[in-house]
């Protein structure tokens, strides 16, 4: 009990009540039979629908799933993950470190809500994660009586309305807010409203071909690496395209034909570029230049307002839309790189034609912009929940943002086991190059010590890049990014091995664990190298929690150069170009300037922070006016 000390003030009283009360009914029920056992889940799943308070049940319920894991799973809750749980049930979002047990912690609220027969979601980043985790959580809930679902990109309707229809469904955040619009736009097709169908039952035919939406009313949630999700994707709307009535041939050319001169036009002499609002804006010559290109006939109807805008958004992606870093190029299609997790975003594109442009750009054929029939943002998607949750190791800087927004407070559970986690100096070089170089010696040492490291990087072209050193250096290694995601379960299973090392982008932080091999421990652990930081300082933290889980000992350190990425997010092109041209002639380590970066770093933070604040200020707006107007918030009048 000695980590319910770290608790906040007041609140350790009560969850002591509460582990103390779950273990003597543990004693009671690890006695019984699995067919009594499941007698007394379904016991407390009658009194919860008869009315009786969920939150005066969570003791039993807790106490159930827990002797249930133990038998299916060979898996026991620590007082801790109790302690997570019961955060969760409240409507907290639980900061909770790696390895220290979020799926099996998450078990305990969803079995709670699922009680009610009312359905509990658990949403997380991808398709392997969400089935990875319904599996292995899938025994203890049958073992109480309860079914259990997993909604999959693949799955055709009739295989996600049975998910949806079962006490607790898995599934990602994208897919569940696609099912949320395709249900709104079957049920405006079939003239009904959402109240309609909710008291219809599951029953209720819809047509004549019986075509129903798959969805229940959404009751209680929790999210998978909520930061990531509720915070970082909060900007990306999912949307719901339609096709437009025209035929697009000219779009597709002119957007063709911006990509081509992009190289003659200069910055400063033909365009500005905004720092601040990350915006291309044509100068006068630069219209001047537009007006006297040579233009196809297919460009002969385009305005000149609109070929303007065509060749300012082509500048924007050739500067800042990077290949193997924002998107790749996979079998003639541009998939986007999630900036925060490092992984394919399947099924996403850019708006207002950015994702056109860089189509254009890569010479890939370049898709028919469509109209918009349908959309949804992640926050509205989580606040139509009766009761939303949340768990991530890096939430405590994201605290105010929680309770704006979503009405979350953040609870920061303790560890299993005291952390033995250490850091070591940070390391700021001139440049790049000399970046790399000590990167590589540093791998070379911890190798020699038997030791296993995990190096993350930016972006897949940096993790390439840097395999490329290793290999020169002749230093094994596997390399985990977005174009290797099928493999990633095997890759993480052997990270913690002796001498293995590791290079991978950001996705490394984010749903995996690595578990050291026998007598890594003693070697000093996984040590982790941060080769840059990124945007958000949560990113850096998720990285670095890689190492020394569940007690175990580890190391990082991070690496920095001067011309980082960051710096040049952080502060204007003149200041950042100053540094990079100073950082051609100094050598050696510059530790002293450690602090430039992570001042940057947060004007980043803060940035990122007002343009969220901004667009659910639009989006709330936008919807109190069609409200008003009788309309449909989520869809296109005119689809």
């Known amino acids: 009990m000695n980590a319910l000390g770290k608790l906040v003030p007041g609140s350790a009283s009560r969850w002591r009540r509460l582990c103390a009360d779950v273990a003597e009914l543990e004693t009671q029920l690890i006695e019984l039979s699995d067919a009594e056992l499941r007698k007394q889940s379904l016991g407390l799943r009658y009194r919860a629908k008869s009315g009786e308070k969920l939150a005066a049940l969570v003791p039993q319920g807790f106490a159930l799933v827990r002797e249930a894991a133990r038998r299916t799973i060979g898996l026991r809750h620590f007082d801790v993950q109790l302690i997570g749980g019961a955060a969760l049930f409240d409507g907290a979002i639980a900061e909770m470190d790696t390895g220290e047990g979020k799926t099996l912690t998450a078990s305990l609220p969803l079995y709670m809500y699922a009680l009610t027969g009312k359905g509990s979601h658990l949403a ?8 990875r985790d319904c599996h292995e959580m899938t025994p203890i809930y049958r073992a109480l009586g309860l079914t259990v679902g997993v909604v999959l990109t693949d799955d055709v309707p009739d295989q996600r309305r049975a998910a949806y229809a079962c006490d607790i469904t898995y599934g990602t955040a994208k897919e569940f807010g696609f099912d949320f619009l395709r249900d709104r736009l079957l049920l405006r097709r079939m003239g009904r409203n959402m109240d309609d169908f909710l008291g219809g039952g599951s029953s209720h035919r819809w047509d004549e071909s019986g075509e129903q939406p798959v969805q229940r009313q959404p009751h209680f949630v929790v999210v998978d690496e909520a930061d990531s999700i509720l915070i970082d994707e909060a900007r990306t709307p999912l949307i719901i395209s339609a096709m437009g009535d025209r035929i697009q041939k000219e779009v ?4 063709l034909w911006a990509a081509e001169q992009v190289p003659q036009f200069e ?7 905004d720092q601040e609002t990350n915006r291309i804006t044509l100068t ?7 007006r006297d290109l040579p233009h196809p006939e297919l460009l002969r109807t385009v305005g000149l307002i609109d070929l303007y805008e065509y060749m300012e958004r082509a500048i924007k992606v050739s500067r800042d839309f990077l290949l193997e870093r924002q998107y790749v190029v996979r079998d003639g299609e541009i998939v986007i790189v999630d900036e925060y997790t490092g992984r394919l975003a399947e099924g996403r594109k850019w708006r207002d034609g950015i994702h056109q442009a860089i189509e254009a750009k890569e010479g890939v054929e370049v898709t028919v912009p469509t109209g918009q029939a349908a959309r949804i943002t992640v926050q509205d998607l989580f606040l139509r929940y009766r009761k939303l949750s949340g768990m991530t190791g890096t939430a405590i800087s994201a605290a105010r943002e929680f309770r704006k927004i979503y009405k ?22 001139g440049n790049s190059d000399a970046k790399w170089q000590a990167i590589v010696a540093e791998v070379e040492t911890m190798v020699a010590a038997g030791r296993p490291v995990l190096i993350g990087t930016r972006s897949i072209a940096k993790s390439e890049a840097l395999s490329n050193l290793l290999d020169e250096a002749g230093i094994e290694h596997q390399v985990l990014n977005a174009k ?40 000093g652990g996984l040590h982790v190298i941060c080769t840059e930081m990124h945007d958000a300082g949560r990113i850096d933290r998720q990285l670095v929690g890689r190492c020394g889980r569940q007690g175990d000992p580890g190391t990082h350190r991070q690496y920095l150069a001067l011309n980082d990425d960051i710096l040049k997010s952080g502060f204007d092109v003149q200041k950042a170009l100053r540094w990079e041209d100073r950082g051609r002639t100094v050598t050696g380590p510059l530790s002293n300037l450690v602090g430039r970066f992570r001042r940057a770093q947060r004007r980043v933070e803060r940035r990122h922070l007002r343009d969220r604040s901004l667009l659910l200020h639009h989006e709330q707006e936008r919807k109190k ?9 989520y869809l296109d009048t005119a689809e």
């Open 408 to 429: 979350c407070r953040v609870m920061r559970v303790p560890t299993n086991r005291p952390v033995q986690r250490r850091s070591m100096e940070v390391c700021v070089f």
């Open 267 to 273: 910055e400063d002499d033909h365009y500005e570029s």
């Open 484 to 523: 290797e995601i099928a493999q990633e379960a095997e890759i993480v299973a052997l990270a913690g091995q002796a001498g293995r090392v590791t290079v991978a982008t950001n996705m490394a932080g984010r749903g995996t664990d690595i578990k050291l091999a026998e007598g890594v421990a003693e070697a």
């Open 284 to 290: 006068a010559t630069g219209r001047q230049l537009v």
């Open 625 to 633: 006016v069609q409200r008003e107007m009788g309309q449909d918030p």
């Open 252 to 255: 597709a050319a002119t957007y």
């Open 124 to 131: 997380t980043v991808n398709d392997y994660l969400a089935e």
